[in-house]
């Protein structure tokens, strides 16, 4: 079947990158696990391929689907989203200035922190990017780092908006004749590119953990950038290729396969994500604090969520506050019968976490805090389970912390 950026996100993402099989007629594509291919002479291969780490079939299947999903030119598959994000900031100059979210994801935060140093690569945190960026941004700064919704907090960024503000500081940087030129890059991890697309609405770069709702199954560690920058590519390709860390073959046949229902997933995770929001809010002053979802009407960007958001979908992720503090957050995922305690998300099944003592531990405290990632703060990752059963659950386990 002939595939173009014209036709619709479902059939997107049943075809993009799939195509029969011109020896077999195999609808579904083949695994190919060899690491090398034969030349014809040296230098010359029989095909498209020479060496695995380089391009591999699978690989360049989930790539060109991906791009197609999130309407760019370019995507390059890496073996988890931690590499993606190491391979994007190494292709900065040493010397290099960044600006990010202060809640980003923990291990985001790591890498800024504690790796981004050795190449000389300087992170600088703000929790309100949209007013800040003007004053914090130096002639140094080559890359701003946003997520929206952000990890674990759920904190939507005007992506248009900042998108907007790099730009005219692009412009007013080529007509001073400051050859360092700025990006932004945009993990949109927790929208998947169907509720989502950074690139429509001016970021430069996306990344994607692809362990989480791309691939959707939680059987696959692999993370992916899409770009629509030639220049980006360029050295983004050259890199993927150069550190070499990559998905092997049968992750990204794996992620390509899953990939093909997101849109279906998606959707179901953001009824059942409504759902279990909107019962959480009307616990607010009893066993709850505060809920953050972006589909609440009351949601404070809901605005910008609509303007975003395919549908104005919230997505299927929540995060509230519960009362009685850390204690209470421990006892709650402990007591639930369907939310599995488990750190990762966007799978088919609903997940539970604290990220204060789980995903976001290595961040002090106070830096914690100052970015809303209190103690007694509760990550869902909704799946796709029943809608009644699901909110059940979430009650039944509000009972029990409050009881204890």
């Given amino acids: 079947m002939t595939v173009d950026a014209a036709q619709k996100f479902a059939t997107l993402a049943v075809h993009a990158g799939s195509k029969p099989d011109a020896a077999t007629g195999a609808v579904i594509p083949a695994i190919s696990l060899s690491t090398t291919f034969g030349q014809s002479r040296p230098a010359v291969p029989l095909g498209e391929y020479e060496y695995s780490r380089s391009a591999n079939p699978n690989r360049d299947q989930f790539e060109t689907a991906v791009a197609a ?75 701003v780092w946003i997520e929206s919704p952000s990890n674990p907090t759920l904190t939507v ?98 992620a390509h396969r899953g990939l ?63 009362k009685g503090g850390a204690e209470a957050a421990a006892k709650f995922c402990s007591s639930t019968k369907i939310f599995t305690l488990a750190e990762s998300l966007g799978g088919i099944e609903s997940l539970c976490e604290v990220p204060a003592a789980m995903t976001h531990a290595g961040i002090p405290q106070d830096k914690r805090e100052a970015s809303g990632v209190f103690d007694n703060l509760i990550r869902l990752s909704v799946g796709i389970e029943d809608t009644e059963d699901l909110v059940a659950d979430v009650a039944q386990a509000l009972e029990q912390a409050a009881s204890a």
Avoid: C
Wanted: proline share 3%; charged share 15%.
């Fill in 69 to 143: 999903l999130e309407q760019g030119k370019y995507a390059l598959g890496y073996s988890s989203g931690s590499a993606a994000t190491a391979n994007v900031l190494q292709a900065l100059a040493p010397g290099s200035h960044v600006v990010s979210i202060g809640d980003v994801y923990g291990g985001t935060h790591r890498y800024f922190t504690k790796v981004a140093h050795a190449h000389n690569v300087e992170v600088a945190f703000t929790n309100s990017i949209e007013t800040e960026l003007r004053d914090i941004i130096t002639d140094k700064t080559s890359l």
């Fill in 157 to 254: 960024t005007d992506i248009s908006l900042v998108a907007s503000f790099i730009a005219d500081e692009r412009a007013a940087r080529a007509a001073a004749g400051n050859e360092n030129s700025i990006y932004l890059v945009v993990d949109n991890t927790f929208m998947s590119p169907y509720i989502q697309n950074p690139l429509t609405l001016g970021a430069d770069v996306v990344v994607h953990s692809v362990t989480k709702y791309i691939n959707g199954h939680s059987d696959v560690v692999m993370g992916v950038a899409i770009t629509s920058n030639d220049i980006v590519h360029e050295k983004l390709r050259f890199l993927q290729n150069a550190l070499g860390a990559i998905p092997s073959p049968f992750d990204s046949w794996l």
């Fill in 260 to 322: 093909k229902t997101l849109h279906l997933r998606s959707r179901a995770a953001s009824t059942n994500a409504q759902a279990v929001a909107e019962f959480l809010e009307n616990a607010i002053g009893s066993t709850v604090e505060a809920v953050s979802y972006p589909g609440l009407k009351s949601y404070p960007k809901r605005a910008v969520v609509v303007k975003q958001h395919r549908d104005g979908l919230g997505g299927g992720m929540v995060s509230f506050r519960i």
